[in-house]
């Protein structure tokens, strides 16, 4: 089974700043990750597939990058309707499994 | 895009099981385009995949859920299920029912019903 290791696991952010989010893998995964935010009372929802293909409706603000073992989440801009949890998941190898996820919230 | 929405009992004793239902609306469940898909959510386990089928009704399971799973289609009713035998309190979590699809050849669960809670508790 392909783990899949979040940091941090909190990150505190003032809202416009910048958040790196990273995910790695403990084999290689090819580009074959997805990223989901996922607000309080409310389901996952798909921002980032193949790595860095933004998902239907997405912002551009939300950029997925990296490959093989290294992936990073990045929010240009924080909003305020961005601070949730986000959690990565790979599909290269079965069974699918999700990371830890890393919880934005605010300085 | 198709909805779903998940049903069943919120409170199961334990070893018995554990049924849920999804049901599908804006599209068929008999459709190719999708894996009808089961995933978990616990404080304790974070996300977990638990299993999909496909509308001809091959099933795939997580090894480590396997003995115990078993997923099912209606396609009658545009519905699929889940079950879960000999239940304990670390099956306590939030359950999800999703699709899992493809865009070329890049797959990813979208969309996913809002959840339905399920208690493992006597």
């Known amino acids: 089974e392909i783990i899949l290791t979040q940091s941090p696991a909190t990150l505190s952010v003032s809202p416009g700043e910048r958040a790196t989010l990273s995910c790695r893998a403990s084999q290689g995964v090819n580009s074959h990750l997805a990223w989901y935010q996922q607000k309080v009372g409310q389901a996952p929802r798909l921002l980032i597939y193949?790595?860095?293909n933004r998902a239907t409706g997405i912002p551009a603000r939300f950029t997925g990058s990296g490959s093989g073992t290294e992936f990073t989440l990045t929010i240009s801009s924080l909003q305020s309707e961005d601070f949730a949890v986000y959690y990565c998941q790979q599909y290269d190898n079965w069974p699918l499994t999700f990371g830890g996820g890393t919880k934005v919230e605010t300085k | 895009q198709v909805q779903l929405q998940e049903s069943g009992p919120g409170l199961v004793k334990p070893s018995q099981t554990l049924s849920l239902t999804c049901t599908v609306s804006g599209g068929s469940i008999s459709t190719s385009d999708y894996y009808w898909t089961w995933i978990r959510q616990s404080p304790g386990q974070g996300l977990e995949w638990i299993g999909y089928?496909?509308?001809?009704?091959?099933?795939f399971y997580n090894p480590s859920l396997e003995s115990r799973v078993t997923i099912s289609i209606d396609t009658s009713k545009n519905q699929f299920s889940l079950k879960l035998t000999s239940v304990t309190a670390a099956d306590t979590a939030m359950y999800y029912c999703?699709?899992?699809?493809?865009?070329?050849?890049?797959?990813?669960?979208?969309?996913w019903g809002q959840g339905t809670p399920v208690t493992v508790s006597s």
């Open positions: 089928i496909y509308f001809s009704g091959n099933t």
């Open positions: 999703a699709t899992f699809r493809r865009i070329t050849y890049r797959w990813f669960f979208d969309p």
């Open positions: 193949g790595a860095f």
